[in-house]
Nanobody
């Protein structure tokens, strides 16, 4: 079972940037569909960005053009680069993985399809 540990959260003003990292206990490239989720207080967990086993990426409409998901060359770290942050981006950010060799597919943003989760890292954006 892959283990995931997020880091990089913090507090920034609107318009600022943050880079989140998710360290995996094993290689994730071409093995796991990896997704960043976020959850604001009182709201459901929502998919933000995904990177599939073939390297293709998907984004929620609310973050397109501002967020970039990627994997490092060692293939064990997932990164989410967040630019032009807005107060509505505030929440706990989680990285998650599907079972090995299961692609993300069209339902990548649904949390019930993910077996492995990190503990989360808080992002707070002030106006």
């Amino acid at each position: 079972q892959v283990q995931l540990v997020e880091s990089g959260g913090g507090s920034v003003q609107a318009g600022g940037s943050l880079r989140l990292s998710c360290a995996a206990s094993e290689k994730i490239y071409s093995t796991y569909c990896m997704v960043w989720f976020r959850q604001a207080p009182g709201k459901e967990r929502e998919g933000v960005a995904a990177i599939d086993t073939d390297g293709s990426t998907s984004y929620a409409d609310s973050v397109k053009g501002r967020f970039t998901i990627s994997q490092d060359n060692a293939k064990t770290t997932l990164t989410l680069k967040m630019n032009n942050l807005k107060p509505e981006d505030t929440g706990m950010y989680y990285c998650a993985a599907r079972p090995r060799f299961s692609s993300c597919g069209s339902r990548w943003a649904l949390p019930e399809f993910y077996s492995y989760w990190g503990q989360g890292t808080q992002v707070t954006v002030s106006s």
